[in-house]
């Protein structure tokens, strides 16, 4: 089929707030937007200055242990270990910079989803590169860490809308057949999911309960607009915006979900829903 950025999908969906989740505690709620682009913008600079340095230890000591990074046209990179030798290797003698350019930021309790730009010149200033980024980072001790990420050359080259289709079409068809096992099926094991009312759920178990409760004899409809997609390696990252009916009332709102390549499937790794 051909490739297009916006698919219109009916789906039936969760007619509340839906945000980033990534911790087995309760989400201690959406921060301001303000309060999400100073972290953005600060958790920016501190990877832009480790690249600087030309220092690969300290890029990766940005990451978590178990984090994991995915680079244009490669297979993802886990660990930290492994992120490292990737740096290392991607610096070489060094004498180049990369700048990250927050676009966007969505800050829930001790996570953070950022995505921008990022540029690579030379010591001249001459430009080398740029392409697009996304980022998850998480708060331990008061310090961010780097969890996942996913860089992109060239999003025209990235964008797959048949994968986006495939994918969004499994979870449309569970949710619409009011199925909370097989809704549950499509995601991690140590999935996350979070609400503004409920908090946050984590693992497959407490994510199906919440949408069997959630189902609850009702079945509202929503129109899910596919608005930015694109796959690096093992990550699929679908966007967009959504409107649901239930009762006569209308909710809209935005959504981003990360898909992982688990064995020969796909699973869901992280979702957030917003207004």
């Given at each position: 089929?051909?490739?297009?950025?916006?698919?219109?999908?009916?789906?039936?969906?969760?007619?509340?707030?839906?945000?980033?989740?990534?911790?087995?505690?309760?989400?201690?709620?959406?921060?301001?937007?303000?309060?999400?682009?100073?972290?953005?913008?600060?958790?920016?600079?501190?990877?832009?200055?480790?690249?600087?340095?030309?220092?690969?230890?300290?890029?990766?000591?940005?990451?978590?242990?178990?984090?994991?990074?995915?680079?244009?046209?490669?297979?993802?990179?886990?660990?930290?270990?492994?992120?490292?030798?990737?740096?290392?290797?991607?610096?070489?003698?060094?004498?180049?910079?990369?700048?990250?350019?927050?676009?966007?930021?969505?800050?829930?309790?001790?996570?953070?989803?950022?995505?921008?730009?990022?540029?690579?010149?030379?010591?001249?200033?001459?430009?080398?590169?740029?392409?697009?980024?996304?980022?998850?980072?998480?708060?331990?001790?008061?310090?961010?860490?780097?969890?996942?990420?996913?860089w992109r050359l060239d999003p025209g080259l990235q964008r797959d809308?048949?994968?986006?289709?495939?994918?969004?079409?499994?979870?449309?068809?569970?949710?619409?057949?009011?199925?909370?096992?097989?809704?549950?099926?499509?995601?991690?094991?140590?999935?996350?999911?979070?609400?503004?009312?409920?908090?946050?759920?984590?693992?497959?178990?407490?994510?199906?309960?919440?949408?069997?409760?959630?189902?609850?004899?009702?079945?509202?409809?929503?129109?899910?607009?596919?608005?930015?997609?694109?796959?690096?390696?093992?990550?699929?990252?679908?966007?967009?915006?959504?409107?649901?009916?239930?009762?006569?009332?209308?909710?809209?709102?935005?959504?981003?979900?990360?898909?992982?390549?688990?064995?020969?499937?796909?699973?869901?790794?992280?979702?957030?829903?917003?207004?």
């Amino acid at each position: 089929m051909k490739m297009s950025l916006t698919t219109r999908i009916g789906v039936a969906a969760l007619g509340m707030f839906v945000a980033v989740g990534v911790s087995a505690c309760a989400s201690r709620g959406v921060g301001a937007a303000s309060e999400a682009t100073a972290a953005a913008t600060q958790v920016a600079q501190r990877w832009s200055q480790a690249f600087a340095a030309g220092d690969a230890a300290k890029i990766a000591a940005l990451y978590t242990e178990d984090a994991r990074s995915t680079p244009p046209g490669g297979p993802p990179i886990v660990g930290r270990k492994g992120i490292e030798d990737y740096w290392r290797t991607d610096i070489g003698g060094g004498g180049v910079g990369t700048t990250l350019t927050p676009a966007d930021a969505l800050l829930d309790g001790d996570f953070l989803h950022t995505g921008g730009t990022y540029e690579v010149t030379a010591a001249s200033g001459a430009a080398l590169a740029r392409g697009q980024y996304q980022q998850v980072w998480t708060r331990a001790d008061g310090e961010w860490r780097l969890h996942r990420d996913i860089w992109r050359l060239d999003p025209g080259l990235q964008r797959d809308s048949e994968v986006a289709d495939q994918l969004a079409a499994r979870w449309v068809a569970a949710y619409n057949a009011a199925d909370a096992a097989a809704l549950g099926a499509l995601y991690d094991e140590d999935a996350a999911l979070s609400t503004a009312v409920d908090g946050t759920f984590t693992g497959r178990p407490r994510i199906q309960a919440f949408w069997a409760g959630d189902f609850g004899g009702r079945k509202p409809v929503s129109t899910l607009t596919v608005t930015d997609v694109y796959a690096a390696g093992d990550l699929t990252h679908l966007e967009g915006d959504y409107v649901v009916e239930d009762g006569g009332k209308l909710t809209e709102g935005r959504y981003i979900q990360l898909w992982m390549r688990d064995g020969s499937d796909w699973r869901i790794h992280r979702e957030m829903w917003w207004h």
